[in-house]
């Protein structure tokens, strides 16, 4: 029953707010997400002790009806969604864009994005991923400016052709499996002969999803939708820091279902490090504050794409680690990006100058998220990639994960630029909740750093332990990447063409539609070659 | 009676799925881009509509147990895809008449340059 609580108390909620005249209304909806917080609390507990549970919706047979399924990862993602729409109604307590609309979409879109992350039916899933997109887009094209219709429009379509591809995909597995569920289906996985006529579903299943999480071709829808300038920054955060996450977890379910027949990690390490790279230069040369951060996703998703990828254990669970950890300081920082925007008025980081002295509080909260992304010791990126990369060990990849902090670090580099210089010296005054939400997610990422082990071993019941000369090891290679880093920018990256003048990689519908279809037929290719 | 294999409804669908495909690769006019996804979700529901359904069955409508019934799931799964398309199609062009008042174009690149211009306002 617990299950059902998390779908149908958001959107019943949500109807009500937006039928009901009153504005106070929207506090109603914030006391709920902490209704909701612990509720998952609580279902995460649950789990952890009693093991995975399963309901059939209006309990028919499982081959046939809808089944929601929640393991130890779900009941994780649940309350990562619970608490980061916890911490933007906290955010967005006082602001006036939080009509009682906004509200109705947001809360559904809660709803959907939950029901992602229990649902263990492929073709449910590609119902609600369908209708959480339409929401996406409203949401996006909120304020209807007119840059912002442009963005909105282009992730409707490509999302929604994504999905088709997925649609299609279904229609294969369902031909093959007889069903759609997935647990179902990976029990069959066992049975198949002839694995060549997976070639084709994966292909497809895989071109859907690959787009909705940003891997190397696909990408480049993201950075417009997420880092849109006339949607207010906790759309962003939810969109950056957490609807992403379902396409990372439906790559992992997915992923999970073929692996007894078809397992195709090589080739998604090779995407993973490349969309890492391609993510933090294309970051490096944005001037748009959102943008910067927006990119910056691309590059950690391919992060976590290395970990789920790079085979073994360890690796595997930094991985995932590394999804959370993304969640918390890339939320964190899109909120002090939409305190700064609001408060400067632009958007531009070579504009933005003396932030440091003109709110302490929310650059320091700030810092600690740089430092959470790029991989300090202490903070909770360095466990995740101490994870990764350990499990890793000795290889390329080791020398690709590097590489790929040093070159977060050089673009933070810039980005902290903002912090530094002379500006007005008044104060700006900011109200409570915004002050409490960056609060509460900065010591989230020192205490998630602190207690990586102890998050690791509560969430997937895996022991861990650190070794802590390779830690310290890790430490020094990051102090010696931020030298390297810090230095590199001033003598040599500051002056270039590239970072001054910015540049941005626009592919247009049919440059997607192209690479969309490069990448399935890649796909289906490598996929007909391993089998 | 030579049978001509290759011209089932699976593969008709597939054809038609790329079809859509090329539109969306190869038209610049946001209304063909979503005729294109139409005709892409058209694709997809075609195959849906033939899994496991021979040329002998019969719609699953009777009680009877005599005949081949075609399977009533992804029949019933379909239903559910033809109404997102619809709904899918309703919100891409009302958006469309949104983005049109301020664009005045239905050109993909059109639109692209006008957001790049805006946005040095």
Redesign the interface.
């Known amino acids: 029953m617990i299950l059902y609580a998390f779908i149908f108390i958001p959107i019943i909620t949500g109807t009500l707010i937006y039928l009901i005249p009153w504005k106070g209304i929207v506090k109603v909806a914030f006391g709920l997400q902490m209704g909701l917080m612990a509720l998952s609390i609580y279902n995460f507990v649950y789990i952890r002790l009693n093991g995975p549970i399963e309901v059939v919706i209006g309990n028919f047979a499982k081959i ?1 009806g809808i089944s929601l399924r929640c393991d130890t990862l779900s009941a994780t993602l649940l309350m990562l969604t619970a608490f980061i729409f916890l911490m933007c109604f906290l955010f967005g307590l006082m602001d006036k864009f939080m009509n009682n609309l906004f509200v109705f979409f947001f809360l559904t879109l809660q709803a959907l994005t939950m029901v992602i992350f229990l649902s263990g039916d492929l ?1 449910n899933i590609y ?1 609600v991923t ?2 959480s997109t ?1 929401i996406v ?2 949401l996006i ?1 909120f304020k ?1 400016d ?2 912002s ?5 282009l992730y ?2 490509t999302n ?2 994504a999905m ?1 591809f997925f ?2 995909g279904l ?2 597995m ?2 093959i499996f ?1 069903s ?1 569920d997935i647990s179902i289906i990976g029990a069959k996985m066992f049975d198949i002969e002839n694995a060549r006529v997976l070639a084709m579903p994966f292909a497809f299943l895989m071109t859907g999803i690959g787009l909705k999480c940003a891997f190397l071709p696909l990408f480049s829808w993201l950075p417009k939708a997420h880092a849109t ?1 006339s949607a207010p920054s906790i759309v962003s955060v939810i969109l950056s820091g957490l609807y992403v996450k379902c396409g990372i977890y439906l790559f992992i379910r997915v992923r999970e279902m073929f692996l007894p027949a078809l397992e195709m990690d090589d080739i998604f390490l090779v995407i993973g490090i490349l969309t890492g790279i391609i993510g933090f230069i294309l970051a490096m040369s944005q001037k748009d504050i959102k943008m910067i951060l927006a990119y910056h996703t691309i590059s950690q998703l391919g992060i976590v794409l290395i970990g789920i990828t790079a085979g073994g254990e360890y690796a595997y669970y930094g991985g995932v680690l590394h999804l959370f950890n993304h969640a918390v300081f890339k939320s964190l920082l899109f909120l002090s990006a939409g305190i700064i925007i609001s408060k400067y008025g632009t958007r531009d980081i070579t504009k933005i100058r003396g932030v440091f002295r003109r709110m302490p509080y929310v650059s320091g909260m700030t810092i600690a998220a740089m430092l959470g992304i790029t991989g300090a010791p202490l903070f909770n990126g360095s466990i995740s990639k101490y994870f990764i990369q350990s499990g890793v060990k000795g290889g390329i990849i080791e020398y690709a994960m590097i590489l790929i902090n040093l070159g977060t670090i050089i673009s933070f580099i810039k980005f902290s630029q903002m912090f530094f210089g002379k500006g007005l010296a008044e104060r700006i005054h900011i109200d409570f909740g915004k002050k409490a939400a960056v609060t509460t997610m900065g010591l989230m990422c020192l205490l998630m750093g602190m207690g990586g082990t102890l998050v690791i071993s509560g969430i997937i019941n895996y022991r861990v332990s650190i070794d802590i000369l390779e830690y310290i090891k890790k430490a020094l290679v990051y102090f010696v990447s931020l030298g390297a880093g810090y230095l590199t920018y001033n003598k040599y990256l500051k002056k270039t063409k590239f970072i001054k003048e910015g540049y941005e990689l ?1 592919l ?3 440059g997607i ?2 690479s ?2 490069a990448f399935f037929i890649f796909i289906a290719a490598a996929a007909y070659v391993i089998l | 009676m030579t049978e001509i294999n290759f011209i089932n409804a699976q593969n008709t669908a597939i054809v038609i799925f790329f079809i859509g495909v090329y539109g969306l690769c190869a038209r610049r006019n946001i209304i063909k881009a979503i005729i294109s996804l139409g005709i892409m979700g058209g694709g997809a529901i075609l195959f849906f509509l033939s899994v496991n359904r021979g040329p002998d069955s019969m719609p699953p409508i009777f009680n009877g147990d005599s005949f081949v019934m075609a399977d009533p799931l992804p029949q019933a799964l379909v239903i559910t895809a033809i109404v997102i398309g619809v709904s899918v199609t309703a919100v891409a062009l009302i958006m469309f008449i949104a983005m049109y008042h301020k664009y005045g174009t239905t050109n993909w690149l059109k639109a692209m340059r006008h957001r790049i211009e805006r946005e040095d306002e």
């Open positions: 046939a073709f119902v369908e209708v339409i887009a409203v094209m209807k007119s840059r219709l442009y963005d909105g429009m409707l379509i929604i052709a088709t649609l299609l229609g294969f369902y031909k007889g759609l300038p626009e247009s519908i049919n539609a192209i969309m279809m």
